[in-house]
């Protein structure tokens, strides 16, 4: 018996950026393939672009740019939109008069579900529509899906993940090419990883948004950014990787969600890795999620984490989720935004891990007394030291000697103070100590820093970066 033929589904985009025509370019090139996957034909019925003079790479049928989303959203006959507009507003706006239309939506704005996820779901529930937000996090990799329907049977243990490709491929690319922070931002922004201002990717911001968004999913925990550690790699020099590969590990970007006596910890930093783990071997603009669960273990899930194709990927994934049914039944089931009791975050200052530090001190006596005395004070136990070779003490003296010769000019035989700093300089260089310390906790670490700031000795600025057990 033949099946019943469905009327097709008629879809709009809402953002011809990047990835939006990335999407039409499937939907159009490949009608077949997505109408045999949705069970019916999939039409593009209208796309809204901010500038319709600006040259796509994708051919429109007539009458489907435009530049009006009233259209869209006044139009009864469209089923699904689209929602690719970046930022908050006025991408929030389109969403829930989307939703008040009686349209479902998805969309890849992280930004706007971090931010305003409780109130377009209530509104999507309210109105018994669905949102899909694969894409949001980690692009074409669905880690979603992976939590929301694959490990629905376990209770999720942890999550360890790198996700923000832009400080992967930064740090791959200063240790694997021996280049310098400034010099990996500057490729990555010429490959088109890195934003004008990168400053969300860089600072820990994007990754651990999308932390929270997985966190909401996997725990049914609400948390705010303010209530773990966020820290970036713009503090981070091409010596730390190195020395972190001398010890045996390799520094990620890494985000960490993971239960520990019904808390939940929480922290997005920079983090040393054993180099034999997978997380370890991730590079480049790839993203890597490890998701533990009581029944099936470890699993990890990798892949391109942005761009055009893995983001559209994940769009059109949802796009037929939806137009099957699936969306409907995963959205209705979801444990997020407040509706069961949430796992507590623990306080941030109580979270504990073996570290990694850096400083840079100036080689004279009692030096690392003082801040070994300064962390032992604040129960922070030492594993290890590295300190490679500075000149010898008779070598600098003899260079502190030619400066003073040098700065004598014939009417004054004293250095002028600029002089003088330079002179001591020369006479006590600064040098890196590296520290691996034994368990102890955030807490502690930040009353130590206190203290430290007070040493003369030690320039700033010095590197902390967690142990991955």
């Not at 025509?21 to 901010?50: K, T």
């Not at 319709?52 to 006959?77: C, F, H, M, N, Y």
């Not at 930004?111 to 899909?132: K, M, P």
């Not at 996997?218 to 820290?231: H, K, N, P, Q, Y």
Request: proline share 5%.
């Amino acid at each position: 018996m033949p099946e019943m033929q469905l009327p097709p589904l008629n879809v709009a985009i809402v953002g011809l950026g990047t990835v939006g025509s990335g999407v039409a370019r499937v939907l159009l090139e490949h009608p077949e393939r997505i109408a045999r996957r949705c069970g019916r034909p999939v039409v593009l019925r209208c796309a809204v672009a901010r500038d319709l003079s600006k040259q796509r790479d994708v051919a429109l049928p007539p009458g489907v740019l435009t530049d009006d989303v009233r259209r869209v959203i006044d139009d009864p006959e469209i089923d699904v939109v689209v929602q690719l507009v970046g930022g908050i507003e006025p991408a929030r706006t389109f969403m829930l008069q989307a939703l008040q239309a009686g349209k479902d939506v998805v969309t890849a704005n992280k930004a706007l579900i971090y931010e305003h996820g409780g109130e377009v779901f209530r509104a999507a529930r309210d109105t018994g529509r669905v949102v899909a937000f694969e894409a949001s996090v980690c692009g074409g990799i669905p880690v979603i899906a992976a939590i929301g329907q694959s490990l629905a049977a376990n209770q999720i243990l942890s999550i360890e993940a790198i996700l923000n490709g832009t400080s992967n491929f930064i740090l791959t690319g200063m240790f694997s090419e021996r280049v310098d922070y400034a010099e990996m931002i500057r490729r990555a922004q010429a490959a088109g990883y890195a934003e004008a201002d990168p400053a969300m990717d860089v600072d820990g911001t994007d990754a651990a948004q999308k932390l929270v968004i997985l966190t909401q999913l996997a725990f049914g925990t609400r948390a705010s950014l303010s209530e773990f550690a966020v820290r970036g790699i713009d503090s981070l020099e091409l010596a730390d990787l190195l020395y972190a590969d001398e010890l045996g590990y390799a520094v990620k970007l890494l985000a960490v969600s993971k239960l520990a006596a019904g808390e939940l910890e929480m922290h997005v930093q920079p983090t040393l890795i054993r180099k034999d783990r997978p997380l370890a071997g991730i590079g480049s603009v790839y993203n890597q999620v490890s998701i533990k669960g009581d029944v099936v273990g470890r699993t990890w899930f990798s892949g391109l984490g942005a761009g055009r194709n893995p983001t559209a990927s994940a769009v059109l994934a949802d796009l037929i989720d939806v137009a099957v049914g699936r969306a409907a039944l995963t959205f209705d089931r979801l444990d997020v935004w407040g509706e069961h009791p949430p796992v507590p975050v623990k306080r941030a200052e109580d979270v504990e891990a073996r570290y990694f530090l850096r400083f840079n001190v100036e080689d004279r006596p009692h030096v690392f007394a003082d801040i070994a005395d300064i962390l032992g004070r604040n129960q922070i136990s030492l594993a290890s030291i590295i300190q490679h070779e500075a000149p010898e003490l008779e070598e600098r003296e003899l260079q502190a000697e030619g400066g003073r010769r040098k700065a004598e000019d014939g009417t004054r035989t004293d250095p002028s103070l600029s002089q003088l700093s330079t002179l001591n300089s020369q006479l006590f260089p600064v040098v890196p100590v590296v520290v691996m310390t034994h368990r102890t906790s955030e807490g502690r670490f930040r009353g130590a820093e206190r203290e430290l700031q007070q040493l003369t000795t030690l320039r700033p600025p010095w590197v902390r970066m967690p142990v991955a057990d």
